[in-house]
């Protein structure tokens, strides 16, 4: 069982950044494949993007892409979201998911979730 636990979110004004990161309780993360979803009030959870165990290959949703960047560092057992040029529209709240290997977009696909972090972008 892997246990997921996000952290830095918050409210940011339009325009800004935040990094979240998601790093397991209880066991190593290194070979396990990261996904980063989100969550809006009244929405489904929509994927935001995902890398390989490695970090050799990443994915993401063409809302984010080019704003959003997903990195890992193995040695700490952490994975990152670094997001910039936020926008309203990126409110919600973020979740990260891990299974060993990356298998989709969709998040009926992993098994092992955290408990979410809340990501507030004004306008």
Known sequence: QVQLVESGGGLVQAGGSLRLSCAPSGRTFSRFAAVWFRQAPGK??????????????????????GRFTISRDNAVNTVYLQMNSLKPEDTAVYYCAADVAYRGS???????WGQGTQVTVSS
């Not at 994927?47 to 984010?64: E, K, L, N, P, Q």
């Not at 969709?106 to 092992?112: D, G, K, Q």
């Open 44 to 65: 489904e959870r929509e994927f935001v993007g995902a890398i390989t165990w490695s970090g050799g290959s990443t994915y993401y949703a063409d809302s984010v892409k």
């Open 106 to 112: 969709s998040p009926a696909l992993y098994h092992f």
